[in-house]
């Protein structure tokens, strides 16, 4: 499947379905979670905690309350105060796909899942989140998004992406 590569805040994106960078827990913090959750209003952490905990590579999804979207799909590639994994952002790229596809989304932006706090190298944490993208087959996903926040990160997104093939 084909997929762009975007620079911005992902709070401020328009799409079927927003993807929050999650620990287990689903409880909104800092990073994505935290622009996500100022943007959305409190009502998005009350409704996440409540679904959780899910399983590391899981996904939980709730209403985006005041964001320009229908949806957040939490995905959880790390547990709750701890440290990602390669497997853990395979999981949780592909079940964040699945969801939104289950969801009937025809567009979804995606944050570097399980990178930066969560302490997995950026590139081949992207890496992998581009290989689950190219290799999935929607049934109505047709635009995905992939987001980075600052210019370096998109400049390294970018070139990831562009090896994978986006």
Known sequence: MEFDV???????????????AANTSLRMGSGVAGALKRAAGSGIDDEAVAKGPVEL???????????????????????????STAE????????????????????LVVPALGCGIAGFDFEAGVRIICEEIDAFEPDSLADVSLIAYDDDEFERMRDVAAEVGA
Do not use: F
């Not at 911005?8 to 929050?20: E, H, P, R």
């Open 57 to 83: 590579g899981g996904v939980a999804t709730t209403d985006a309350y005041a964001l320009d979207a229908e949806y957040v799909i939490h995905a959880a590639a790390m547990p709750a105060g701890g440290e």
């Open 88 to 107: 853990s952002i395979r999981d949780a790229a592909k079940n964040t796909l699945i969801e939104a596809d289950a969801l009937d989304c025809e567009s």
């Open 6 to 20: 975007i620079q911005g805040d992902i709070a401020a994106q328009s799409a079927d379905a927003l993807v929050n």
